[in-house]
């Protein structure tokens, strides 16, 4: 591939895209490279770009979990729960990642061996799985943790990096090695791009897919702790509404909706976009609510600018044929 | 069972057994509560209904051409929001005006959605998520937060829900219900009997085939989108009309609600099968729940848990029970037809 197709790729056009929202945060703000900002660029949203990291893996094999948020918010208040009855929180803690692994475990029971729309299983996961969280905190606040758990969020391990950037980057080389350098991430591959084929050559379908979203239940357990660390107090509502960020994350990072293709290098470069688009649209005094509306845009524009230029080029083609 | 089988589909034992459901859930929430059996309940249940009614038939229409609207919550939001702070300018604006202006702005903000999807190609999850966004994001930013407040909307439309047109086995019938029931009609005959309707089912059964035959899926797609925005402007009017008080948060969450009414009435998530009656039966059953589980105090926080489970049953018996049903069903069609090809099927 030469440098100029490399560059028209979906992964040089995010490359050019960061360095423009880059550049013109460096102008509005000198500070914006210090090592301290970036750190914190990191920390603001790690919880989302924990769980975009096996939403890719998910999504690659054609499926989709609308739940993740639910189940961040679940294993918070599962934490929040048991801490209130005086289990010792490292037991509220096993308890809180089992309670994720048994979410993912049953999104994955009805998706692989039943059969039903991941779509649909993970939206009654979405609703159920935030009730389950709301049954247990009801409309407190649950905080007082003992101070090592909240260091765990806050506290920064060496410089300004904390344990949860730490957990991100050593999440994203496993992911990594599973995703592009293992026999697990090719199955990955081959069934989001024809799941028939991929039955009928044998490979192990269902067990891909439940082992999928076992870890992704799992994963966004560990993401909900750390939010729960991060922020000292755990509420019912926690985390809603996650979902759409970290899906955008997937997407615009060129993966595609319907499965089968797709990198984690395309993710990590889209994760660095609107990480650096929501601190760019903060360092410009626009609102939260603002910030989404513009992360909802670049969503519908990740698939319509591909889609259109696609159009358009089969349309030149005809033109001068 | 020969009998039965050649005057009910599967489809229709599917919400036969919804109302049964319907009824055993009200019978079991009125031994639990105390003074449940009276108008303002069914009052209550009437207008949350309603709401979520109008707007699960866009939603069905949307699902059955295989795609799905997230946004609807949003634009309930909007068009509430827009309608209630032009009355509290115009109180002198006719109703009818008033509910024109919802459907309409409505329909414009579904013509977004639709266009994306129909023209864009883009899959209407990732079009109505980022929409739901979006919308949500204007609304807030172009209210500056400020709230419409019952007292600056003119009178009619607050005594509104209160009004009656007729009582029934002395139930006073609220008209708001009224309407959404006047909506299912009309949605079912036009979906049941207009070859509009059915093409809306064609190409959600089988696109290819639907293209084959000449069918303008793209146009048909974003009519889908355009209906399913006004009649939850419609909605946003209802809204406007029960709560009076209108925040930039009105209608948050409702397609959570809104799509498990839909799935639960037993629209094929798939597309191509399901009925805007179901789509009815659902939101009742849903909004029986959410109004009864509120009644209990202690288990407002249930309902949530409940909601996800009813639809991951509505789901499941689709994909296994419906399947066996459907066959049984066409044994029973072979039967029918070739009675002498009996001897063949049966070895």
Not at chain 1, 287 to 316: C, D, E, F, K
Not at chain 2, 119 to 147: C, E, H, Q
Not at chain 2, 303 to 308: E, K, M, Q, S, T
Request: hydrophobic share 55%; aromatic share 8%; net charge positive.
């Amino acid at each position: 591939m030469s440098a100029v197709a490399r560059l028209r790729s979906w992964e040089g056009l995010l490359l050019v895209l960061l360095v423009a929202i880059v550049a013109m945060n460096v102008l509005r703000s000198p500070y914006y490279l210090g090592v301290t900002n970036i750190a914190n660029l990191f920390q603001l949203s790690i919880e989302k770009i924990i769980v975009a990291l096996i939403m890719t893996l998910i999504i690659i094999n054609g499926e989709i979990d609308l739940s993740v948020a639910s189940v961040m918010g679940l294993s918070a208040c599962v934490l929040a729960w048991l801490h209130q009855m005086g289990v010792p929180l490292p037991l509220a803690i096993i308890a809180s990642l089992g309670s994720g692994l048994a979410a993912g475990l049953f999104n994955g029971f009805w998706v692989a061996y039943v059969g039903l729309p991941s779509l649909a299983v993970t939206l009654a996961g979405l609703i159920g799985f935030r009730g389950i969280a709301r049954i247990l905190v009801e409309d407190r606040s649950v905080g007082g943790f003992p101070s090592w758990f909240n260091t765990l969020g806050q506290q920064p391990v060496f410089g300004p990096v904390t344990a949860s950037i730490v957990i991100f980057f050593v999440l994203f080389a496993i992911i990594a090695v599973v995703l592009h350098g293992s026999a697990l991430g090719r199955l990955v591959y081959v069934i989001g791009n024809n799941l028939q084929a991929a039955r009928y050559s044998g490979v192990r379908v269902k067990w891909v897919k439940m082992a999928l979203f076992a870890t992704s239940g799992l994963i966004a357990a560990l993401a909900g702790l750390l939010y729960a660390a991060r922020l000292g107090a755990v509420r019912g509502d926690m985390a809603t509404g996650f979902e759409l960020d970290v899906i955008t994350m997937v997407l615009l990072g060129g993966v595609s909706i319907f499965g089968g293709s797709g990198n984690l290098i395309g993710v990590g470069l889209s994760i660095l976009v609107i990480l650096n688009l929501r601190n760019g649209m903060g360092l410009a005094s626009i609102t939260g609510n603002t910030q989404t509306s513009v992360i909802g845009a670049l969503l519908i524009l990740s698939v319509l600018v591909p889609n259109m230029t696609q159009v358009l080029q089969s349309r030149w083609k005809g033109r001068n044929t | 069972m020969n009998w039965i089988q050649r005057r009910i589909r599967p489809e229709q034992v599917r919400e036969l057994s919804l109302l049964l459901l319907i009824i055993l859930a009200v019978l079991l929430f009125g031994s639990m509560i105390d003074g449940y059996y009276t108008s303002r309940t069914f009052n209550r249940i009437a207008s949350s209904v309603a709401v979520i009614t109008i707007v699960a038939v866009g939603q069905t229409l949307v699902v059955l051409t295989r795609n799905i609207d997230l946004s609807v919550g949003s634009i309930v939001g909007c068009t509430a929001y827009f309608v209630g702070t032009v009355l509290g300018h115009f109180p002198d604006i006719n109703p009818l005006m008033a509910i024109l202006m919802a459907v309409v702005l409505g329909a414009l903000i579904g013509a977004v959605n639709g266009a994306l999807v129909a023209w864009g190609r883009v899959p209407s999850i990732i079009v109505t998520l980022g929409t739901l966004a979006i919308f949500r994001g204007l609304l807030v930013d172009l209210s500056n937060a400020k709230t419409v407040t019952t007292d600056s909307l003119p009178h009619w439309l607050v005594d509104l829900p209160q009004l009656r047109l007729f009582s029934l086995f002395g139930l006073d019938i609220p008209v708001l219900f009224l309407l959404a029931v006047a909506i299912v009609l009309i949605f079912q005959a036009g979906t049941g009997y207009l070859s509009l309707g059915r093409r809306f089912y064609a190409i959600g059964s089988n696109p290819d085939a639907a293209a084959l035959i000449g069918l303008p899926i793209r146009r048909l797609v974003f009519l889908a989108f355009v209906l399913s925005g006004a009649l939850a402007g419609l909605a946003g009017f209802v809204t406007l009309a029960r709560f009076g008080n209108i925040t930039v948060e009105s209608g948050r969450g409702l397609e959570l609600q809104v799509v498990a009414a839909v799935v639960v009435g037993g629209v094929n998530i798939f597309g191509g099968s399901g009925t805007v009656v179901g789509a009815m039966l659902g939101a009742i059953m849903i909004g029986t729940l959410e109004q009864s589980l509120y009644r209990l105090q202690i288990s407002e926080f249930w309902r949530d848990a409940v909601l996800g489970w009813l639809i991951l049953m509505a789901v499941a018996s689709d994909a296994v029970i419906l399947q066996r049903l459907r066959a049984l069903w066409g044994r029973a069609d072979l039967k029918y037809v070739a009675p002498a090809a009996r001897g063949a099927t049966s070895q």
